[in-house]
């Protein structure tokens, strides 16, 4: 179960206070996606991830934290999400918090920030602008791989999930036919990501699908 405390916070911003739901507690149901989108009771949770001041659009993890960069919240692209026409005010959240982390030069947060507002628009059946984020995305991933080694595998087969759910067959099947991951079923998601590509499928699939366990 979903538990949502009420909390009153004042914005780091313009110093209005406002009742933010913040999340008490959660439990996860059922496989992630290959992605590691998480199950749909956990998903639900995505509108605490982020919070936005309803008086001048901040939008942080804490909105009682002070940006580090004050100047990117009047600018004319975080305003109107540069333009792009959202399904989910959600996704457009996440797109906002992405151009403030590429502000402040935050590669990871810039990529999540991406990647949740992709997930935010599957959830709303925006496939054209899930496919946008997905391809911003991946755009941001090697300089994840740099900055973390030490998570290379799963950051490469979070990778050939997200171009393959852009459309990016091709590059899937050039990217991985080569590769070997030493764990068997990190080596097996590999293998159903270029068996897929080859099928120019760019569904939606859970771990468990590929091991073909419940
Ligand atoms: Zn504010």
Redesign the pocket.
């Given at each position: 179960m979903t538990t949502w405390i009420p909390m009153e916070k004042k914005?780091?911003?313009?110093?209005?206070t406002h009742t933010y739901h913040v999340l008490a507690s959660t439990n996860s149901f059922g496989a992630p996606d290959l992605d590691l989108r998480p199950a749909p009771m956990q998903r639900e949770t995505m509108e605490g991830w982020l919070e936005e001041?309803?008086?001048?659009?901040?939008i942080a993890k804490d909105?009682r934290e002070r940006p580090e960069n004050r100047t990117v919240f009047q600018e004319e692209r975080y305003l109107t999400a540069d333009n792009i026409p959202f399904e989910s005010a959600l996704a457009a959240r996440f797109y906002k918090y992405h151009l403030y982390c590429e502000s402040i030069g935050d590669v990871k947060g810039d990529f999540y920030a991406l990647l949740h507002s992709a997930w935010a628009c599957d959830d709303a059946d925006d496939i054209e602008n899930a496919r946008r984020m997905r391809r911003e995305a991946v755009r941001k991933i090697d300089a994840i791989i740099k900055e973390h080694p030490e998570n290379e595998t799963n950051t490469l087969l979070m990778k050939a999930d997200i171009l393959r759910r852009s459309g990016e067959f091709d590059q899937v099947i050039a990217l991985y036919e080569g590769m070997h991951f030493e764990e068997p079923l990190l080596d097996q998601i590999r293998m159903f990501q270029i068996e897929r590509a080859k099928a120019h499928d760019d569904g939606c699939y859970t771990v468990a699908e590929v091991t073909g366990q419940e």
């Open positions: 914005c780091a911003v313009c110093g209005n001041c309803p008086e001048c659009g901040y909105i």
